[in-house]
């Protein structure tokens, strides 16, 4: 099978997907999208589970190069998007092009997706979903939508609608920066969500303050009554992780397993990780 001939281009702006002469599952390359100043691509950042060490998943992560001045922070270009009336678009690419993506990984690995609340609220969003995964050929229970708690702020019967018809569909909904929102235990009522992600602010402080620590805990025992995975954000040292280890936190995803990083250097990564079991297997039929 052949590589498609590819778009050097990139995406444009205006047709997210369409005007990609490499939109087929066969390209695996790097695909770039221009924006209105410079280039906007993804970033892939590994998340592991914490008792194998194996990698279950990467979140995509925007990233905005601004020519004559570098990477922009993605909190605040995504502001910017909303601001201008843009984050349909650029977060319809954005699907797009990590469903592309994941779905040439060499494993069928989870991928997860920021999505802002004003994205969330356009009408197309539910389509361009389904779209994205029917054009890229990845199984819905690969994709997961993270969502903050400013999603559920407003037209809350309505957002919970959708975000069932979203799970009905088979994809799976996560809940992010948890703990730093309003009234995050009123939402876990009344949505079951797939997973929870336990913001960096408090995983950062775990091993040197108790507080964080009864705070995680905290949520690692509602995360298992209610049957919801739990992941910790931001693990960079090998303490912390310690730490959530013995809490029974299930995920873990931080620069200490990876920093954000080009498809490329993910799939090197999985290989990396399957040759390395290989090795290990035939000590382990020894021992048995
Ligand atoms: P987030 O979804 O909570 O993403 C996690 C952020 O923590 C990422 O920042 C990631 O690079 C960073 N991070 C991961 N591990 C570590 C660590 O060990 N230490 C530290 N200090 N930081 C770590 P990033 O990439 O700057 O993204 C910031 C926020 O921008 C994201 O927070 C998300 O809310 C938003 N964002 C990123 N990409 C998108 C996107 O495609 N669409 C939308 N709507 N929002 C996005
Ligand atoms: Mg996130
Ligand atoms: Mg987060
Ligand atoms: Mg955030």
Redesign the pocket.
């Known amino acids: 099978s052949q590589t498609p001939p590819h778009c050097t281009g990139g995406t444009r702006l205006g047709s997210p997907g369409r005007a990609a002469c490499c939109s087929g599952r066969r390209c695996g390359r790097q695909q770039a999208m221009s924006s209105v100043n410079g280039t906007l691509f993804?970033?892939y950042?590994p998340q592991v589970d914490v008792r194998s060490g194996k990698v279950v998943g990467a979140?995509?992560?925007?990233?905005w190069n601004r020519p004559g001045q570098g990477p922009v922070?993605?909190?605040r270009f995504?502001e910017l998007a909303e601001d201008i009336g843009l984050?349909g678009r650029?977060?319809a690419w954005?699907l797009e092009e990590a469903c592309r993506v994941a779905a040439a990984w060499p494993e069928p690995i989870a991928i997860a997706?920021?999505?802002?609340p004003s994205?969330f609220r356009l009408p197309r969003f539910y389509k361009g979903l389904v779209g994205a995964l029917g054009r890229s050929g990845l199984e819905p229970w690969r994709l997961q939508v993270?969502i903050?708690e400013g999603i559920l702020l407003n037209d809350t019967e309505e957002t919970l609608d959708e975000l069932k018809r979203i799970r009905a569909f088979g994809v799976s909904i996560a809940m992010?920066?948890f703990g730093t929102g309003y009234s995050s235990l009123s939402y876990l009522q009344k949505f079951r969500f797939d997973k929870i992600?336990i913001?960096?602010t408090f995983v950062?402080r775990l091993a040197d303050d108790p507080n964080a620590v009864a705070i995680v805990r905290a949520v690692v025992g509602f995360s298992e009554a209610l049957g919801v995975i739990a992941n910790a954000?931001?693990?960079?040292t090998a303490a912390q992780a310690e730490v959530l280890r013995a809490e029974g936190c299930l995920e873990v995803?931080?620069?200490?397993y990876g920093?954000?990083m080009s498809s490329e250097a993910f799939v090197r990564m999985l290989y990396a990780a399957r040759q390395n079991e290989f090795a290990a297997q035939p000590r382990e039929r020894a021992r048995t």
């Open positions: 993804l970033n950042q979140e995509a992560l925007l990233r922070p993605p909190d995504v984050i650029i977060g954005v997706v920021n999505v802002s994205q993270e903050t992010d920066d992600k913001d960096r950062n954000e931001g693990v960079e995803q931080g620069y200490l920093r954000p």
